[in-house]
């Protein structure tokens, strides 16, 4: 009898915690959409700093779960977009001082694709 209940309670564990493990995942890609939907309405830097603050929450909890070694492409694609996001902050900060710098735009543009990639991945599992 107790070996069957340890059966079950590891049977319990190992189900919620990959379902913990997935939603990990679709917390830090739906994260990731939100950010990329608040960039293409328009924000403000100071509302941008905000939002990235928050999707680095949800980001960095997906990058430091098991799942996250389990599918090491969408974390990679996870971490390429922050490091996108963040290079796209401090592109912003210098475009504010220098109106004519243009690489803000690019920046944002490849980090849409890596959210592309990421959802499709993620469709995947």
């Not at 919620?16 to 309405?41: H, M, P, T, W, Y």
């Not at 090491?72 to 210098?94: C, G």
Request: proline share 2%; charged share 25%; aromatic share 12%.
């Amino acid at each position: 009898m107790r070996n069957k209940m340890a059966v079950m309670l590891f049977m319990l564990i190992m189900f919620f915690g990959n379902v913990c493990f997935a939603q990990s995942a679709n917390d830090a890609v739906r994260a990731l959409q939100k950010l990329q939907a608040k960039i293409e309405i328009r924000m403000t830097y100071l509302d941008y700093v905000s939002a990235l603050e928050n999707t680095w929450v949800e980001v960095k909890s997906f990058l430091d779960s098991p799942e996250a070694k389990i599918n090491p492409k969408l974390a990679s694609e996870n971490q390429s977009l922050m490091d996108f996001y963040r290079f796209a902050k401090e592109y912003w900060a210098i475009y504010l001082k220098d109106p004519e710098n243009i690489e803000v735009k690019t920046l944002l543009n490849v980090a849409e694709g890596h959210l592309k990639r990421a959802i499709v991945l993620l469709s995947q599992n």
